[in-house]
């Protein structure tokens, strides 16, 4: 099992591009989350979802977008990005109110 | 006011000192999850711990124990014995009951860098 992949690894993008980070998970966990964590401080949420064809907003979800389609990918939309999205991303699965599986992580820089 | 906090930025301990980082949370939820995650410095967050808001029994496991308290919204972590692998920064984390169900509505402390010096 894979577990939790996210790609790409890193990407810098210009600002005003769009993108977007893939997360796909293979333990058949409902819940999904996408985090973004910059420089020396926490996690923040950005969205989650607990099944298919259901999102919702978390924390800070401006400029992101998401969709669940399917149980297995959750990927995350920055339609034109800016340098305050420069962050480290990471995707994360569970059950409800058990612990959270993370993916590597995808550094993005927008310059 | 923060929903997490982890007064501690940075710590720094010699090899074999025990070492507590601290948690204090804020929460109106009378049912809620606590979480301890591990960030070591090659970036991936590794699961350590899991409290739901009804069991305050302390918990140990190996050199590593948890200190439970609702009276004081805390949820301490202590090190004991502690070696240069456990050079990390470690997250304290909140679960409450979100929109859609189910306890997604996570908040994250910004965490405490923790090295360990041989």
């Known amino acids: 099992n894979a577990g939790v992949t996210q790609t790409p690894k890193f990407r810098i993008l210009k600002i005003g591009q769009s993108m977007t980070l893939q997360c796909t998970q293979d333990m058949n966990h409902n819940y999904m989350y996408w985090y973004r964590q910059d420089p020396g401080m926490g996690l923040k949420l950005i969205y989650y979802s607990v099944g298919a064809g259901i999102t919702d907003k978390g924390e800070v979800p401006n400029g992101y977008n998401v969709s669940r389609s399917t149980t297995e990918d959750f990927p995350l939309r920055l339609e034109l990005a800016a340098p305050s999205q420069t962050s480290v991303y990471f995707c994360?699965?569970?059950?409800?109110?058990?612990?959270?599986?993370f993916g590597p992580g995808t550094r993005l820089t927008v310059t | 006011a923060q929903k997490v906090t982890q007064a501690q930025t940075e710590i720094s301990v010699v090899e074999k000192e025990d070492v507590t980082l601290d948690c204090v949370y804020e929460?109106?939820?009378?049912?809620?999850?606590l979480f301890w995650y591990k960030q070591p410095p090659s970036g991936e967050l590794v699961f350590l711990i899991r409290r739901n808001s009804f069991d305050e029994q302390n918990e140990i496991s190996g050199r590593y124990s948890w200190n439970f308290q609702k009276s004081t919204s805390s949820f301490n972590f202590t090190i004991t014995a502690s070696q240069v692998v456990d050079s990390a920064v470690y997250f304290c984390?909140?679960?409450?009951?979100?929109?859609?169900?189910?306890?997604?509505?996570?908040?994250f402390g910004i965490g405490t860098k923790l090295q360990v010096i041989p």
């Open positions: 984390a909140l679960s409450e009951r979100g929109n859609s169900g189910g306890y997604q509505k996570v908040t």
């Open positions: 994360a699965t569970g059950e409800s109110s058990y612990e959270q599986y």
């Open positions: 929460t109106r939820d009378t049912t809620y999850y």
